[in-house]
């Protein structure tokens, strides 16, 4: 059993910057790796994947201002995240899919408010 632990969120001013972690119990060298958010009310939605091969994947809502990257020899996924709106506020969630049999992980989730 993987298990995601996700940091770094808060409460950040509109315009500002968080960078959210996102740290496995195990190599995640074989996982396509995602963030998604649900925003108070809303339905669960994806925000940014990262295959095994670094190629990436944004919601139109955050490209140009959000940035996901791992770094496989720490076990962790990253998602910078800048210029930041009061609609990001939201609980955000790390996700991995191991690709040889698709079974899929969850974090528990970090919040992020983005208020004045």
């Known amino acids: 059993q993987v298990q995601l632990v996700e940091s770094g969120g808060g409460l950040v001013q509109p315009g500002g910057s968080l960078r959210l972690s996102c740290a496995a119990s195990?190599?995640?060298?074989?996982?396509?790796m995602g963030w998604y958010r649900r925003p108070p009310g809303k339905e669960r939605e994806l925000v940014a994947t990262?295959?095994?091969?670094?190629?990436?994947n944004y919601a139109n809502s955050v490209k140009g201002r959000f940035t996901v990257f791992r770094d496989n020899a720490k076990k962790t996924v990253y998602l910078q995240m800048s210029s930041l709106k009061p609609e990001d506020t939201a609980v955000y969630y790390c996700?991995?899919?191991?690709?040889?049999?698709?079974?899929?992980?969850w974090g528990q989730g970090t919040q992020v408010t983005v208020s004045s």
């Open positions: 990262i295959s095994m091969g670094s190629r990436t």
């Open positions: 996700n991995g899919q191991r690709w040889y049999d698709s079974r899929s992980f």
């Open positions: 195990e190599s995640i060298s074989s996982f396509n």
